[in-house]
């Protein structure tokens, strides 16, 4: 049994949530992302929420996992504030239905100016309304600067750092996410993000508290059952069964939990 | 750092990971044998002489790999990472290509 707490199921197919529901995944929860392409309006964003909030956890419910999502803005459309302020006017009108969890994925992409404004828009939102946060942290040579952006602005309104979930962290970002109270997520992704086998590395080193795994599996090449694989990874070492529950089901229900709309069954 | 024991010993590390990671050393020298191959094919500079970001930062994270200390991974990443600290003006592009500039004594 686990759960994945980041995935863009949007972007799967349903087969897909057939073989995670045999692979023994009954939660996952998906933020808002980039579609691959820029919307051109705030209306393209409305109808997404409505996919994320009423049509995924539909789908879902014929596999028996239950779906949550996150909604935003993200990082890679925040360029254009103009367009991302019509987005952030939108997102209370979703923020009482029942699957949404919070802000997310929130962070930056290329650490320019406008996305710093972008995402200090949304820790005013989440903070004002009591909401869990989810960040997106910036790929490759961007990850490290970012990461440090985000956790300063964070900081600097005051929001309780473990009610912040930060994502994709790597071997030079987990310690400084985990160090300033925050949860930190690794994300198994082919290439650019964690291999199973880099991830139990990180456990073994930063130990279990306060950190999870995820596949963010979208449109990219990229594997829903990530999460069973990296569980399978720690069996074959010998980690303790216990020790892989805690990674991939105990700690994402923990963070989730914060909020009351996050429920298993 | 508070971390778990690894449940494996050194040989059986070995054991598990090390036909895999022969492998993936092999993909690295076909790729610069590759590269080099195109240079001498199309007339540009070779995998040592190179100004390409994301070659020379690849050769780089390969001499720090021989440097005998710990947190390869960690330090590998931190060698590839902008290192500045304010935000830039505009974003430009959406992309990361996967390595910033080296200062010139890290070539």
Known sequence: ??????????????????????????????????????RSCAQGFVDYFGQLTDTEPKRAAQFGIKHHTWLCINPKESEDIGLAREVLAEIPKFLDRPSVLGIGEIGLNKNSRNELVVLEEHIALA????????????????????????????????????RVLIDHVEEHTVRMVLDRGF???????????????????????????RLWINSAADWGISDPLAVPKCREEMRRRGHLEALIHKVSFQNPQTFLSQSPNFRLR | MSGMSIPLTPHQVVDQYFLEHRAKVLDIAAFLDR?????????????????????????????????????????????????????????????????????????
Not at chain 2, 59 to 74: F, K, N, S, T, V
């Open chain 2, 35 to 107: 590269f080099d191959r195109a240079a001498a094919a199309f007339g540009g500079a070779d995998s040592a002489t190179t100004d390409d970001v994301r070659v020379r930062a690849l050769c780089a994270a390969l001499d720090l790999l021989r440097d005998g200390q710990p947190q390869r991974a960690r330090r590998v990443l931190e060698l590839w990472s902008d290192h500045s600290v304010d935000p830039i003006p505009t974003a430009h592009t959406k992309g990361a290509i996967g390595a910033m500039p080296l200062p010139d004594a890290k070539r």
């Open chain 1, 1 to 38: 049994m686990y759960i994945d707490p980041h995935i863009h199921m949007v972007s799967r197919t349903t087969d897909d949530y057939q073989r995670m529901a045999a692979a023994g995944c009954v939660a996952i929860t998906e933020p808002a992302f980039w579609a691959g392409y820029d």
């Open chain 1, 183 to 209: 949860w930190a997520g690794m994300t198994l992704y082919p290439d650019t993000k964690c291999t199973p086998q880099r991830a139990t590395d990180i456990f073994e080193m930063h130990g279990t508290d």
């Open chain 1, 127 to 162: 903070k004002s309304r009591g909401l869990l946060i989810l960040v997106h942290t910036p790929h490759l040579e961007d990850k490290m600067k970012g990461t440090r952006i985000i956790l300063d602005a964070i900081k600097a309104h005051g929001v309780d750092p473990a």
